[in-house]
């Protein structure tokens, strides 16, 4: 296995207390390796830490506890160039055509080379040839996501960070864009770390899945996906050892679902 890219020790996330709630603890104690080129998804129950734990890899949110190294280098309190954050709702520019904003991570890190030709390459590679001079509001949700993935993957970045971008879709658009995302990742050798609600994207994307406790989010266990690759998500599903596999993780995650939505109705209800 390739060497670790990405390592989080005793890793501990608190914010102070507001308005007079007590100080919230995200998640607590997490110790994990993240190797280059890999593909690791998170699950876990709502509330449990998943996307704080992509802020504080990203450098958009610091440790209360615990240390973050990527590459060997303690990411401090700023967004680092080589990541790419694809948040679930697409952060477009409404005003700019498909091509001004695939363009747009170039220019702000002054990147060499023809912007537009950069830009058209990428848009041909996620299918959108010939849609460059479009605005946003003139796509559907699918064809956003694929401007989004061409403004991610455009610049080069090392690290794919992926909350939920798909879970606003339908689920044949949805399926269309993991496979994308999958030859994207296979061709380009990312380490995509994706945050996920859905036990079955995980398991059919991903090397590794880290399964979250209720919160405050713990490293509960990890389990390692040996499916064949190149995989097709629509197919991946109907083998017997993604079955098993997937029976073998909702063990260990129905638990903490059920504790935490335990959690919420007592918050709810005192």
Not at 19 to 28: I, K
Not at 78 to 91: E, I, M, N, S, T
Not at 112 to 125: C, K, N, S, T, V
Request: charged share 25%.
């Amino acid at each position: 296995m390739s060497d670790t890219l990405i390592a989080l020790r005793d890793v501990a996330r608190r914010y102070p207390a507001q308005g007079g709630r007590p100080t919230f603890t995200a998640v607590q104690d997490i110790t994990l390796d993240i190797a280059e080129g890999s593909f690791v998804a998170v699950v876990g129950p709502s509330g449990c830490g998943k996307s704080t734990l992509l802020n504080m890899i990203a450098g958009l949110d610091a440790p209360s506890e615990g240390r973050i190294t990527v590459a060997r280098e303690i990411v401090a309190g700023r967004l680092r160039d080589d990541v790419g954050y694809l948040f679930q709702k697409d952060a477009l520019l409404p005003w700019k055509t498909v091509q001004a904003n695939v363009e747009l991570p170039l220019v702000f890190r002054r990147m060499p080379g023809d912007h537009g030709r950069i830009a058209r390459e990428w848009l041909a590679r996620v299918g959108l040839a010939g849609f460059e001079g479009n605005f946003p509001h003139q796509l559907s949700g699918g064809m956003r996501k694929r401007v989004a993935l061409a403004a991610t993957f455009v610049y080069g970045p090392r690290i794919l960070l992926m909350d939920e971008p798909f879970s606003a879709l339908d689920v044949q658009t949805r399926n269309m864009m993991e496979n994308e995302l999958l030859d994207l990742w296979q061709q380009n050798n990312k380490t995509v770390v994706f945050v996920t609600h859905d036990l079955e994207e995980a398991i059919a994307l991903a090397d590794h899945v880290v399964v979250l406790t209720a919160n405050p989010g713990r490293v509960k266990k990890q389990f390692r996906v040996t499916l064949d690759r190149p995989r097709n998500v629509n197919d991946i599903r109907f083998d017997d050892r993604f079955r098993d596999l997937h029976a073998e993780i909702w063990e260990a995650l129905r638990e903490e679902v059920a504790r935490s939505y335990a959690l919420q109705r007592q918050l709810v209800h005192g």
